[in-house]
Antibody, heavy 118, light 107 residues
Framework: EVQLVESGGGLVQPGGSLRLSCAASGFTFSNYNIYWVRQAPGKGLEYVSSISSNGASTYYANSVKGRFTISRDNSKNTLYLQMGSLTAEDMAVYYCARQGSSGFFDYWGPGTLVTVSS | EIVLTQSPATLSLSPGERATLSCRAS??????LAWYQQKPGQAPRLLIYDASNRATGIPARFSGSGSGTDFTLTISSLEPEDFAVYYCQQRSNWPWTFGQGTKVEIK
């Protein structure tokens, strides 16, 4: 069974940093591009960042470029998102999602909540 | 950036009724469009990809149509578990974008 499970969310002060993780199982992790998508409370979905299957290519939304870094460890089947200079606008549930053979997101994790507040 | 506009924002219907949801793109996305369903407290679930293909395990009452800039998700007969928020998403142009969602609620 394909599973993605995020962790690392929590309460952080404005300007602070946080690292999210996404543990994958049930599929060959190294064969898939993986994405971070976030959802602010009561709002819609927003693409954040993505990384190619071998980690060679990374992409970021303009809203997080220069502040967030995506990475992966294929030996550990784990995806990461290092977040810095956090603001209230970054407060959201962060999902990791797999890009399937359709090109769209066929599996999602349950999400991890990031709260930015003093 | 391609803007996806979904309408209506809320659709109030009864079980058994037909639901028709719209997604309009600010420029052509060809058929590079998907629909997702999201229930409260859950992650989105892929329903339709490439505008009209049902994802694995999705019931036949869900269908998608359209190409270019205008797309439709149709639920032929609403089941109780179909009341949720639905999002469209394009992967034609970077950055990939989502619509703002349509909530299908029980009337």
């Amino acid at each position: 069974e394909v599973q993605l499970v995020e962790s690392g969310g929590g309460l952080v002060q404005p300007g602070g940093s946080l690292r999210l993780s996404c543990a994958a199982s049930g599929f060959t992790f190294s064969n898939y591009n993986i994405y971070w998508v976030r959802q602010a409370p009561g709002k819609g979905l927003e693409y954040v960042s993505s990384i190619s299957s071998n980690g060679a290519s990374t992409y970021y939304a303009n809203s997080v470029k220069g502040r967030f870094t995506i990475s992966r460890d294929n030996s550990k089947n784990t995806l990461y998102l290092q977040m810095g200079s956090l603001t209230a606008e970054d407060m959201a549930v962060y999902y990791c999602a797999r890009q399937g053979s359709s090109g769209f997101f066929d599996y999602w994790g349950p999400g991890t909540l990031v709260t930015v507040s003093s | 950036e391609i803007v996806l506009t979904q309408s209506p924002a809320t659709l109030s219907l009864s079980p058994g009724e037909r639901a028709t949801l719209s997604c309009r793109a600010s420029q052509s996305v060809n058929n590079n469009l998907a629909w997702y369903q999201q229930k409260p407290g859950q992650a989105p679930r892929l329903l339709i990809y490439d505008a009209s293909n049902r994802a694995t395990g999705i019931p036949a009452r869900f269908s998608g149509s359209g190409s270019g800039t205008d797309f439709t998700l149709t639920i032929s007969s609403l089941e109780p578990e179909d009341f949720a928020v639905y999002y469209c998403q394009q992967r034609s142009n970077w950055p990939w974008t989502f619509g703002q969602g349509t909530k299908v609620e029980i009337k």
